[in-house]
């Protein structure tokens, strides 16, 4: 899809936004950026999530930014499609940094995990309900059926049978605490260092990109997070939330964490499995419990 000059002006103003505007560097696949000095464009590119990540963020996005989490305000969304053939959205610009492209010291960047922890609390807790009545919301799932993603990966030869074995030794240390009931929440489900804005001194400013919202587990909003920032955002969360994340949250966490890998490994053969990592996660599984 071309996208020149004219027609990125032409979403601007159709929207009353005036003023020069720039490119802005994209963190993902799912979207072309553009920005005034107080506005963000953002345009679905051609990857298959695009147009979907859109729509699930135009009803999650908003829901979240009235329970007061820090996320960008929506000024609005076009699905008219008569500029371009797909929707477009335009919000707040929030002036700050990529947590993922920062050089903050380890101490800042857990002071920043911390407040993503507290407001994944507040989602947790604060939305109840939200409206969609075109049916646009993701549905987060755990994937349970471990056994299958290991044999396809020994199958492919990425994964050879020692660690195909530790990795089903793991699982079978934590099936037993996933099969427990766990009330569901209101997710943003795509928590990582690219998706967290934050401040050169380490304050965080926003959670962004909620194509992948939905109700489940909450602990699934742990699963891309960085090992060593898990902790920290676990601390944030507990100081206004200690129970909303159910029984055994470490286990579970550390469940997704292990499933996410093998995905990672299906789809990027050139990762490797921390497998000393998970098991880290498992101990305090099981600790929790006692």
Same mark, same amino acid.
């Not at 994209?26 to 679905?44: E, K, Q, S, W, Y």
């Not at 995990?113 to 409206?131: N, Q």
């Not at 965080?204 to 587990?217: F, Q, R, S, T, V």
């Given at each position: 899809?071309?996208?020149?000059?004219?027609?990125?002006?032409?979403?601007?103003?159709?929207?009353?936004?005036? %003023? +020069?505007?720039? $490119?802005?560097?994209?963190?993902?696949?799912?979207?072309?950026? &553009?920005?005034?000095?107080? *506005?963000?464009? #953002?345009?679905?590119?051609?990857?298959?999530?695009?147009? *979907?990540?859109? #729509?699930?963020?135009?009803?999650?996005? +908003?829901?979240?930014?009235?329970?007061?989490?820090?996320?960008? #305000?929506? $000024?609005?969304?076009?699905?008219?499609?008569?500029?371009?053939?797909?929707? &477009?959205?335009? =919000?707040?610009?929030?002036?700050?940094?990529?947590?993922?492209?920062?050089?903050?010291?380890?101490?800042?960047? /857990?002071?920043?995990?911390?407040? *993503?922890?507290?407001?994944? /609390?507040?989602?947790?807790?604060?939305?109840?309900?939200?409206?969609?009545?075109?049916?646009?919301?993701?549905?987060?799932?755990?994937?349970?059926?471990?056994?299958?993603?290991?044999?396809?990966?020994?199958?492919?030869?990425?994964?050879?049978?020692?660690?195909?074995?530790?990795?089903?030794?793991?699982? !079978?240390?934590?099936?037993?605490? $996933?099969?427990?009931?766990?009330?569901?929440?209101?997710?943003? !489900?795509?928590?990582?260092?690219?998706?967290?804005?934050?401040?050169?001194?380490?304050?965080?400013?926003? $959670?962004? @990109?909620?194509?992948?919202?939905? =109700? %489940?587990? +909450?602990?699934?909003? &742990?699963?891309?997070?960085?090992? @060593?920032?898990?902790? +920290?955002?676990?601390?944030?969360?507990?100081?206004?939330?200690?129970?909303?994340? %159910?029984?055994?949250?470490?286990? #579970?966490?550390? =469940?997704?964490?292990?499933?996410?890998?093998? @995905? @990672?490994?299906?789809?990027?053969?050139?990762?490797?499995?921390?497998?000393?990592?998970?098991?880290?996660?498992?101990?305090?599984?099981? !600790?929790?419990?006692?």
């Amino acid at each position: 899809m071309k996208l020149d000059q004219e027609l990125i002006d032409a979403m601007f103003a159709k929207h009353g936004v005036p %003023g +020069p505007w720039e $490119i802005l560097p994209t963190t993902g696949m799912a979207n072309h950026i &553009f920005a005034t000095r107080d *506005v963000v464009l #953002r345009v679905p590119t051609d990857h298959p999530d695009g147009v *979907v990540d859109a #729509r699930t963020e135009s009803v999650a996005a +908003p829901v979240a930014h009235a329970a007061g989490i820090l996320t960008l #305000r929506l $000024i609005a969304f076009d699905d008219d499609q008569t500029l371009v053939k797909r929707p &477009f959205s335009l =919000w707040e610009r929030v002036h700050g940094e990529t947590l993922g492209f920062t050089s903050l010291s380890s101490g800042l960047t /857990a002071n920043v995990w911390r407040g *993503v922890g507290r407001e994944l /609390a507040r989602l947790h807790l604060r939305v109840r309900e939200c409206a969609d009545p075109e049916g646009y919301l993701d549905n987060p799932e755990r994937y349970q059926d471990v056994d299958a993603i290991v044999k396809r990966l020994v199958d492919a030869k990425k994964l050879n049978i020692a660690t195909a074995a530790r990795v089903e030794r793991l699982a !079978d240390a934590l099936r037993p605490q $996933i099969v427990k009931n766990t009330e569901m929440r209101f997710i943003h !489900d795509d928590i990582h260092p690219m998706n967290i804005m934050c401040s050169a001194e380490g304050e965080l400013l926003a $959670i962004i @990109d909620w194509g992948d919202a939905g =109700w %489940g587990d +909450p602990t699934l909003d &742990f699963t891309a997070i960085p090992f @060593d920032a898990i902790c +920290p955002t676990l601390e944030g969360y507990e100081s206004e939330a200690r129970d909303a994340l %159910g029984i055994c949250p470490e286990a #579970r966490i550390a =469940w997704n964490k292990l499933i996410d890998a093998l @995905d @990672d490994l299906c789809e990027m053969p050139e990762r490797s499995l921390d497998l000393e990592g998970l098991q880290q996660f498992i101990r305090l599984g099981f !600790d929790s419990t006692d």
